[in-house]
């Protein structure tokens, strides 16, 4: 098909067909690797035309680098407008496959979370560029941002976008509910006129998904006892992990990372996207998340366990090690080798062990000391104090009182100066280096397993296929898709009826059709006893055990100092009780004496 450019008159050739969507069909360009063309099924009625139009004439360097703008208009002939032609957009995947680890591990095998971040920063920079320019994205979903494995995004779809031109805005006529702020909850698209501060919410709703590992904001637990869906949780700004949540009758849902998670400022400009006062114009901008996305990426930290693992420098402990540990997933990067076959210097870290000497033997207790001429003080017995149903005297009391002080003594004595300490972290190390030998025979005791068990990790294999999101599933819309995958149910293989059952709003209907389209989708399913076990499932136990080999390294390496640290603390406790125990063993001897 031979079309014209509008601008330059220039006849175009069209190549091969790379896509088709509702509205066209887009095909390559002869002599122009850099452009595709769109044509429309239906030519674009004279409204349309004129957005076209509006946009070609906008489109500049900027705008062009971050979306599939307009450029130049396709005419035919006799000048009707057939389509436009806009930059090519390759080797780019939908948004929604850096999400959660299940689609990240293939669609993006080598992100961690500094190349989340970095997308993160990104989707807010082409956001900010289309404001600049005064257009509104409108329709802000997952469809209309694609992720390069550059970190590079561009926005799509750009013709449903609203634009303005001069005083003339061409509104944008669709939305997902699921991507639409409260306030515009409930109204129809056709013809509304939205402002950078809806497309704000959009934006936020976005970043979320990225951060907090596919998990919408607005998916948690309800405490009344009447369902509450996405949309209706969001009109009713029923954020699930803000401050406020408790009030607002929400809990984000079980193993679900906190807002605080990635510090104190990203919180507060997700409670401002989310809250109440910005449904006037105070959501955050565009430029507000790329300063401090831009200083998030900066100060990650690497995780001294795994080293794909890079997390937010506020908070003590890497929260993905804490995620791993409770799902069994494996959140970002590729996926180390496997267990090493022992350590060489082993020897060498345990006689540095054995080398450090304790804080020798425990001096007496006053208590266990003979002292001639001393009246040894006597336990009062239990309940002597007590005369038929007269409270103590006060000499009885003050007594009972010194006695219970040298227990408390006493027992701080034992758990700090007695040098038990000491010889517990020392068992402890000893029995790191006895796992640390072992980790290669646990490797191939789990090896056997996984061979018994081939056919389960075929069918799980095989329903990870199946998403539930798209699917023909009576009574699952984007909704409530997005509630079941914030609840880490994305596919066929992690449907139960024992998972559904913990997430609000889902009756017995709805969990018999989802068990139901599993069932569908198993009955389909052929064990071939020829496959080996799944290289992704022995990576699976690599990793976990190559996690465990470096923890177990770091606490044996680190073992002679703190081992001497434990020491040292045990002989400061000594100096600093044993005067206490004087005073309060002589207390005692005084009692005794009157």
């Known amino acids: 098909m031979d079309l014209q450019l509008l601008q330059s008159g220039e006849t175009l050739h069209l190549g091969q067909q790379l896509g088709r969507g509702g509205e066209g069909t887009v095909f390559a360009v002869h002599g122009r690797p850099?452009?595709?063309?769109?044509?429309?099924?239906?030519?674009?009625?004279?409204t349309?035309?004129?957005?076209?139009?509006?946009?070609?004439?906008?489109?500049?360097?900027?705008?062009?680098?971050?979306?599939?703008?307009?450029?130049?208009?396709?005419?035919?002939?006799?000048?009707?407008?057939?389509?436009?032609?806009?930059?090519?957009?390759?080797?780019?995947?939908?948004i929604h496959e850096l999400y959660s680890p299940k689609s990240r591990s293939e669609a993006f095998p080598d992100a961690d979370f500094r190349f989340v971040v970095g997308v993160a920063a990104n989707v807010a920079r082409a956001f900010g560029t289309l404001h600049r320019e005064g257009h509104v994205v409108g329709d802000v979903n997952h469809g209309n941002v694609l992720v390069g494995p550059d970190g590079t995004v561009m926005l799509i779809d750009c013709d449903s976008f609203q634009v303005r031109d001069g005083a003339e805005v061409f509104s944008c006529d669709v939305g997902v509910p699921l991507f639409t702020p409260p306030e515009l909850q409930g109204y129809g698209f056709r013809g509304l006129l939205r402002t950078e501060n809806h497309d704000r919410f959009g934006l936020a709703v976005l970043l979320f998904h990225l951060l907090y590992l596919g998990r919408h904001p607005y998916a948690g637990r309800y405490a009344g006892a009447e369902d509450m869906p996405i949309e209706r949780a969001i009109a009713e700004f029923r954020f699930a992990y803000g401050p406020d949540r408790w009030a607002n009758g929400m809990e984000r849902p079980p193993g679900a990372i906190p807002l605080e998670t990635m510090g104190p400022e990203v919180g507060r400009l997700f409670?401002?996207?989310?809250?109440?006062?910005?449904?006037?114009?105070?959501?955050?901008?565009?430029?507000?998340?790329?300063?401090?996305?831009?200083?998030?990426?900066?100060?990650?930290?690497?995780?001294?366990?795994?080293?794909?693992?890079?997390?937010?420098?506020?908070?003590?402990t890497c929260p993905w090690c804490e995620t791993e540990a409770?799902?069994?997933?494996?959140?970002?990067?590729?996926?180390?080798?496997?267990?090493?076959?022992?350590?060489?210097?082993?020897?060498?870290?345990?006689?540095?062990?054995?080398?450090?000497?304790?804080?020798?033997?425990?001096?007496?207790?006053?208590?266990?000391?003979?002292?001639?001429?001393?009246?040894?003080p006597r336990r009062p017995l239990r309940g002597t104090a007590l005369v038929g149903r007269r409270r103590p005297s006060g000499a009885g009391a003050a007594r009972a009182a010194a006695w219970a002080e040298w227990d408390r003594l006493v027992a701080r004595w034992r758990r700090e100066a007695s040098g038990a300490a000491f010889e517990e972290r020392r068992s402890y190390l000893v029995a790191c280096a006895a796992n640390l030998a072992d980790l290669p025979d646990q490797r191939?005791?789990?090896?056997?397993?996984?061979?018994?068990?081939?056919?389960?990790s075929q069918l799980r294999r095989y329903l990870d296929r199946f998403r539930i999101a798209g699917a023909n599933i009576t009574g699952i819309g984007p909704g409530r898709a997005s509630m079941l995958a914030s609840y880490g149910i994305e596919t066929a293989a992690d449907v139960s009826r024992k998972s559904i059952a913990a997430i609000p709003g889902f009756n017995r209907m709805l969990t018999l059709e989802l068990v139901r389209w599993r069932r569908d989708k198993e009955a389909s399913f052929t064990f071939n006893p020829n496959q080996p076990v799944d290289r992704r499932d022995i990576q699976a136990m690599d990793v976990e055990l190559a996690a465990r080999r470096k923890e177990l390294l770091a606490e044996l390496r680190e073992g002679p100092t703190s081992l001497r640290a434990v020491a040292a603390q045990t002989r400061v406790a000594r100096e600093r009780l044993m005067p206490l125990l004087e005073d309060a063993w002589a207390a005692l001897e005084r009692w005794e004496r009157r």
């Open 444 to 456: 191939s005791q789990r090896l056997v397993e996984l061979e018994a068990g081939r056919e389960a």
């Open 326 to 376: 409770q799902t069994g997933a494996h959140l970002f990067g590729r996926r180390p080798p496997g267990v090493a076959e022992g350590v060489a210097n082993l020897d060498e870290i345990m006689e540095a062990i054995e080398a450090v000497a304790g804080a020798g033997a425990a001096p007496p207790l006053p208590s266990e000391r003979p002292r001639a001429g001393a009246v040894r």
């Open 34 to 46: 850099g452009q595709v063309a769109k044509v429309y099924t239906t030519p674009p009625g004279p």
């Open 48 to 94: 349309k035309v004129r957005k076209l139009s509006a946009m070609t004439v906008a489109a500049n360097p900027e705008l062009l680098g971050i979306a599939a703008w307009p450029s130049d208009l396709l005419v035919d002939r006799t000048g009707n407008v057939l389509g436009f032609v806009m930059p090519r957009v390759s080797a780019k995947q939908d």
């Open 271 to 316: 409670e401002g996207a989310f809250g109440r006062l910005g449904a006037g114009e105070g959501r955050p901008d565009a430029q507000s998340w790329v300063r401090l996305l831009s200083a998030l990426l900066a100060g990650l930290r690497r995780c001294a366990a795994v080293e794909s693992h890079y997390y937010p420098p506020g908070v003590d």
